[in-house]
């Protein structure tokens, strides 16, 4: 009977909150990855190399509820604009209000990106922090990525996190990842991650000032219908938080250049750990 008790004890732990390392957009939400494909404005926190992949004007604004039961325990609310239109090289600048959680205030991102080599685009963003929380956070760190369109229907990304350490892991753990998109967003699409943090792990026994890495392994399909409506889905590993998690998303996507996209994920392990995520986007092709 112990034995049982302590096992309900152990699959009813709610998993605890990501906070602003796991910051994502609807769509990344509903797919569980996308390192590896052009995102639009999610690039800011998923990939900066992505920024400059589409040649556009785009203003984004969005909500991101983290819950456990009843409770609140992250919400994010801001907006983005990315240009890849007015100069050869793409600029973006996000800002993002962060309440509810351990930490609250205000997160600003500040973007570049562009092209190498045809098909092969580079980008870093700068981020500073102005956080209150169990210690005050104003501190600016940055992130860097590329994404490579292999051939037309298949790209690969890769993504450096937090590169500049500000000994605040909760907030900005160092962590790197790398993704593959196969398929086209205007139609179908497969997309694949693996992403590690450094810094959110426990203490090894071995080297007391090192943490263990801790891995996250996601995938997830997009289907467009009718040049109109996305739907989403994906899965991911997650041995930053312990649990898996399973997500949906979908939206509406018309031709005059606005865009709605509303995104969830569900703990496997514990079905009152969920996240949803909303976005309203504006945008010009050239």
Do not use: C
């Not at 990939?47 to 589409?54: I, K, R, Y």
């Not at 990842?177 to 139609?187: E, F, K, S, V, Y």
């Not at 891995?215 to 994906?234: I, K, S, T």
């Amino acid at each position: 009977m112990t034995l049982l008790v302590a096992a309900g004890a152990a699959a009813a732990e709610l998993p605890p909150a990501g906070g602003i390392p796991d910051l994502a957009g609807a769509r990344t939400l509903g797919l569980s990855s996308g390192v590896g494909s052009a995102l639009g404005n999610e690039g800011l926190y998923l990939n900066p190399g992505a920024l400059a992949v589409q040649r556009r004007y785009s203003v984004d604004a969005g909500v991101l509820f983290d819950r456990r039961g009843a409770a609140t325990v992250d919400r994010f609310v801001g907006g983005s604009v990315v240009d890849s239109i007015s100069a050869p090289m793409t600029a973006a600048v996000g800002y993002v209000n962060v309440g509810e959680g351990l930490y609250h205030g205000n997160f600003w991102t500040l973007g570049f990106a562009g092209p190498v080599v045809e098909r092969f685009y580079l980008g870093a963003t700068v981020k500073y922090l102005a956080l209150a929380g169990p210690q005050e956070v104003r501190a600016a760190t940055m992130d860097a990525g590329m994404l490579w369109q292999v051939a037309d229907y298949v790209s690969v990304g890769a993504a450096g996190y937090n590169l500049v350490p500000i000994a605040k892991d909760l907030v900005a753990p160092r962590g790197v990842g790398a993704g593959i998109a196969i398929g086209t967003d205007r139609l179908f699409q497969i997309t694949a991650d693996w992403r590690a943090d450094f810094d959110r792990g426990q203490l090894t026994s071995t080297t007391p000032d090192v943490r263990a890495t801790k891995n996250r392994y996601g995938a997830g399909a997009e289907l467009l219908l009718g040049d109109l409506v996305p739907l989403r889905g994906g899965f991911q590993v997650d041995e930053v938080l312990d649990t898996r998690w399973w997500s949906v998303g979908t939206g509406l996507v018309s031709k005059n250049g606005i865009a709605l996209d509303v995104g969830y994920r569900q703990s496997v392990d514990a079905k009152t750990a969920r996240q949803i995520a909303a976005s309203l986007r504006v945008f010009m092709f050239q």
